[in-house]
């Protein structure tokens, strides 16, 4: 009972004790990691080792029934990417296209709802993430009705001669929609995010210094909205990059992109090839966004 | 740098019955003055006053809802702030902060296509100060570094006129008295119109030539701050703008050039000229610097008024000592005695007279309120909370 009385008695006097409680600070923080570092080893890391494990293996017979084994086979890489390489350049080609499509419809919207759509504000937001309430493949499957060949929006567009291939379904039209239409939120947010930090006397600065409105939406207001631009254009180009959904259901085999292929090859159980295609494109989009981020130049800012 | 702008000569701003509401609020209520070319302005007021909606409405910000707005004889009223011959300093210096301090001080010469940009940022950057700095994003700058990075942007334009919209509010109190001087003496230096918005008397006072005195969307009195400062018209003025003592009191007789006033059995004397208003109901005012404290009952001569009353409080403030006075009909007076024989004489419960030259009173409107203009306190924080935030 007597130790008990004393509990709040220091144990060493001075200068000794700071250190001591910094380090065990330090401790906690790593403490509270384990979860996150198990979760990413469990279900990130091994995974994706085996993955490039898997990349490697050779077939035991003709045909991919026939079953792996273990080795070292770097032709996996070469023979996937030589037959696939249409595919692949499609995969970018597309998912490019969205991403500069899905900036040039939400800068503008974003720019709205952060400086100008007063208390309105939060229900437009609420209208951006209210798609996701629904499914992702019943949302595309739905587009797939409306853009039917029979449907409104065919008919009128030919009626007015707009389509060279006189329908949109199975176009790559139809699917580079898709893609924009499914990941313009992915822009929206982190647009209005980075936007709705700016200082607006910053732009009303711009044009008090002689800045016409044009002007100084390029020297002033895009510069700040960059990091935003940057994430928003991550966001989207990447997931859209190895999406299937969209061009298998709204396209044809000529719009066939890079996760069809590897959709495809693991469905029928060719292993290898899959996971060659998979890794090479983590590969290329990591090369692409890292040269992407230094040429933006937005490490300040963010 | 040392002589005005070599767009010519500079202009005068001339703002003609200017309105504007805002949802059927009136923030500018009908206000018309010239400001002269090359004076140092300040618009004076608490917040909510109309006097950054002013400010605004000059740069071209915020459009009047009717009024007109000139720069010499060229009417400005519906040009965008981006054509108009005048730059802003904005509260909180609004710099753009993914540009260095060059590219922010350059920014107006370059959207204006002008040529030899190096040569007239390093003049600038000179004149401020700042030469050393010329590579470094404003975050990496002291506020008041900052502030004179604002002022140097705005400056360089060369514009007819400077606004500058509470432009020291965010510095403290030492660097603010050190930035009046050294904003004036820019002032001075390139002789451009400075119209300086703000809310610190004081600092209206140091820095202006002319000081007016804004409240609720009008312009309460204008003129030179030593005249708007002994002279007050309005008991709003003579509160916001130094500290006042205010008495009822009634007219009841003229001699010669004064009015003899009663007030709970006090006879004072005011000068006509410094009233205005003559007969009836008036309240007299009187700084309480221009009071002399005494112990006893005071010895009344031609030139003087007084009052008796007793101490209340007493706070030594170094140069001088503050202290209220309660007169027998329950009014606190403020008295200012300059330390001048050191040591302190009156205490607290003391009896003293109060007396003042006849010719310091001045007279206001009998049915003024007393306490308009007062600073309370709940103003002064909500005040300081919207500024730092």
Known sequence: MAIALTPGVPIAPGGEAPPERVKRKGKTAYFLLIPGMAWLVFFFVIPLGSLFLTSLERPLGSGPSAGYASALRWQNYTEALSKYDTEFLRSFWYAGLATILCLIISFPLAYFIAFRAGRWRNLLLVLIVAPFFCSFLIRTYAWKTILADDGFVTTVANSLHLLPDDRILATPLAVVFGLVYNFLPFMVLPLYASLERIDPRLIEAAADLYARPWIGLQRVTIPLAMPGIVAGTLLTFIPATGDFINSQLLGSPRTRMIGNVIQTQFARDALPTAAALSFSLMAVILVVVFTYIRRAGTEELL | ?389
């Open chain 2, 1 to 389: 740098m040392a002589s005005s702008s070599s767009s010519g000569k500079v202009e005068d701003l001339r703002l003609v019955n200017l309105v504007k509401d805002y949802s059927g609020v009136r923030a500018v209520d009908d206000i018309s003055l010239t400001i002269p070319a090359g004076s140092f302005f300040a618009l004076l007021g608490p917040s909510g006053c109309g006097k950054t909606t002013t400010l605004r409405i000059v740069a071209g910000l915020e459009d009047p809802t009717s009024g007109r707005v000139f720069i010499g004889e060229q009417d400005v009223t519906i040009k965008p702030p981006y054509q108009r011959p005048v730059n802003t300093v904005f509260q909180n210096y609004a710099l753009f902060p993914h540009l260095t301090i060059h590219d922010n001080v350059a920014f107006g010469l370059k959207r204006r296509g002008e040529k030899d940009i190096e040569t007239k940022v390093s003049d600038m950057l000179d004149l401020v100060e700042l030469s050393d700095l010329a590579r470094r994003k404003p975050a990496q700058l002291s506020g008041g570094q900052q502030q004179r990075v604002a002022v140097a942007r705005a400056l360089i334009n060369q514009p007819d006129v400077l606004l500058l919209d509470e432009p020291l509010g965010a510095l403290d109190l030492k660097l603010r008295r050190q930035m009046q001087i050294e904003l004036k003496r820019i002032q001075v230096d390139v002789g451009t119109t400075f119209v300086h918005v703000t809310h610190d008397q004081e600092e209206a006072m140091t820095m202006a030539d002319t000081v007016a005195v804004m409240n609720s969307g009008r312009i309460e009195q204008m003129g030179a701050p030593e005249e708007i400062y002994e002279l007050p018209k309005t008991a709003f003025v003579a509160n916001f703008l130094g500290q006042a003592n205010l008495m009822e009191a009634e007219v009841v007789d003229r001699d010669g050039a004064q009015l003899v006033v009663q007030a709970y059995g006090n006879k004072w004397a005011v000068p006509t000229a410094r009233a205005v208003q003559n007969e009836g109901q008036i309240i007299v005012g009187i700084r309480p610097e221009k009071l002399r404290i005494a112990l006893g009952a005071a010895s009344d001569t031609e030139a003087t008024n007084s009052i008796v009353g007793t101490v209340t409080d007493a706070s030594f403030v170094g140069v001088s000592t503050q202290y209220l006075v309660r007169t027998p009909w329950g009014q606190e007076l403020i008295a200012f005695e300059q330390n001048l024989a050191g040591g302190d004489r009156i205490r607290v419960g003391d009896e003293v007279s109060l007396t003042w030259e006849k010719s310091h009173s001045f007279g206001l409107a009998g049915h003024e309120n007393v306490d308009a203009g007062v600073m309370d306190l709940s103003g002064a924080i909500a005040e300081a909370v919207t500024e730092s935030s």
